[in-house]
């Protein structure tokens, strides 16, 4: 079924997409730029026809979405009626992109081939320096090359909502990148948005225990995905490719240097949702912009801009979303050649005699959520998000 669907939407495929079944080659690729060339593009097209497994329709999806947003920029294509099936799919994946730069689809094109192709690679085939991508992910992309591992939230469709694997994938993405050998560690998202926070589907899940046991189970999770934030031994930095919601935003108060896109907001609409702040927020907020103006974002739900955020303290520096990339990846690249025990050693001074606090902060933030998740007011707020959107 799978694959006469797909046979159906190589009609309308550009031609690179109508080879996807060879023996797949060791993948050559010119990675001195982050932000991948034309040449780095043509090479990952090339690299798709040589793939030896079937990459499954998901992932073909993605691949020609952002192929068309990389040569075309952003869904032009009438809208195909609900029974063109194949169509309609190809159309959404390409449209959800929404408004990504064309050089930014190019290296998440290029990203997700090399990831392709790497998992189809035993680990003995990778040579020593070369860009090394982890697999076994659901949820992220995982890449470690030149002294940054760099960790994207990958549910472009969901706009990065954080599911509960998603939780769980960061906080190994996290344990392993504080292990391995690069200097710094940077999170970003793939697609139009950074995160929409946590994904509201994880209110619908309840155990035979009920709401209660999801709540408290909810706050452990929650308390051990913050903890891995507050004790990330390395530089981390955010790379904000696009808006940001909720504990997405909350934990950017954790991170060491946070870049944003112009084309970034930063939404903590708490109240609206019945809940109160988490990530350290309600102490960081207001040691980086001061009571009243953390009290506007964190009570009453203000959305900033980027610029709003970087005259806050929130966000270290602002770049045009079509410069985003390269301007970020540039300076990136220049941190990471700084000696990583001097950065590691930096970071523990600055940061040190705040942990046990940070702590302590996240233990409270947590166990008033427990209670505010079982609120009526929480509860109505996702219920009205997920019959909007007919999730019930
Ligand atoms: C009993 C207790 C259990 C609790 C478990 C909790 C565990 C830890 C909790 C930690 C605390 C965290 C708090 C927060 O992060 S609060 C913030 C939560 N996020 C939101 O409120 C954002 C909700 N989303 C939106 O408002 C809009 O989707 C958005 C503005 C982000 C984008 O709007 P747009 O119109 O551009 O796009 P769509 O709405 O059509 O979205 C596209 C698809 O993505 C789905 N989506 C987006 N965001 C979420 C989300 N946060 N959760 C679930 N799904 C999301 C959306 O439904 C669309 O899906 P479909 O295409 O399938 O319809």
Redesign the pocket.
């Known amino acids: 079924m799978a694959i006469a669907a797909w046979r159906l939407a190589q009609r309308w495929c550009p031609s690179y997409l109508q080879v996807i079944s060879f023996p797949v080659v060791q993948l050559h690729m010119n990675r001195a730029a982050m932000t991948a060339s034309q040449k780095d593009f043509e090479n990952a097209m090339n690299q798709v026809k040589l793939l030896k497994k079937d990459p499954g329709n998901e992932v073909k999806l993605k691949l020609y979405a952002l192929y068309k947003q990389a040569t075309e920029g952003p869904c032009n294509m009438p809208k195909p009626g609900v029974f063109d099936l194949i169509n309609k799919a190809k159309w959404d994946a390409w449209n959800t992109l929404g408004s990504l730069p064309k050089e930014t689809a190019r290296q998440n094109y290029v990203d997700l081939v090399s990831s392709l192709s790497s998992s189809l690679e035993s680990s003995s085939q990778v040579e020593p320096g070369t860009d090394r991508k982890s697999t076994g992910y659901e949820t992220l992309m995982v890449t470690s090359e030149g002294g940054i591992t760099k960790i994207t939230l990958n549910r472009p469709?969901?706009?990065n909502?954080i599911n509960v694997e998603m939780y769980h994938e960061i906080m190994r993405a996290l344990k392993a990148a504080s292990k391995d050998d690069s200097s710094i560690t940077v999170l970003t998202g793939n697609g139009d948005?950074y995160s929409?926070?946590?994904?509201?589907?994880?209110?619908t899940d309840i155990p035979p225990g009920g709401?209660e046991e999801?709540?408290k189970n909810?706050a452990i999770?929650?308390r051990e995905f913050v903890g891995c934030f507050i004790d990330f031994p390395k530089p981390l930095i955010a790379v904000v490719n696009g808006p940001a919601?909720?504990?997405s935003v909350t934990i950017l108060g954790l991170f060491d240097v946070v870049y944003a896109s112009d084309r970034a907001t930063f939404h903590t609409?708490?109240s609206h949702?019945g809940?109160s702040p988490?990530g350290c927020s309600s102490y960081t907020f207001l040691k980086i912009m001061g009571p009243a103006k953390a009290t506007e974002m964190l009570v009453f739900g203000k959305k900033l801009t980027a610029g709003e955020a970087c005259a806050q303290g929130l966000v270290t520096a602002v770049f045009p979303d079509s410069t985003f990339q390269k301007e970020v990846w540039t300076r990136l690249k220049a941190f990471a050649k700084l000696p990583p025990n001097a950065m590691r050693i930096s970071k523990e001074v600055i940061r040190n005699r705040e942990k046990e606090k940070l702590h302590a902060v996240n233990a409270e933030e947590c166990s008033v959520?427990q209670e505010r998740?079982l609120s009526d007011e929480c509860m109505n707020a996702v219920v009205n998000?997920l019959s909007r959107?007919s999730k019930l």
Do not use: C, H, M, R
Not at 196 to 203: E, I, K
């Open positions: 469709a969901k706009k909502a948005y929409s926070g946590n994904d509201l589907t994880n209110f709401v999801k709540a909810s999770l929650l919601v909720g504990i609409p708490f949702l809940q988490e959520l998740w998000f959107k």
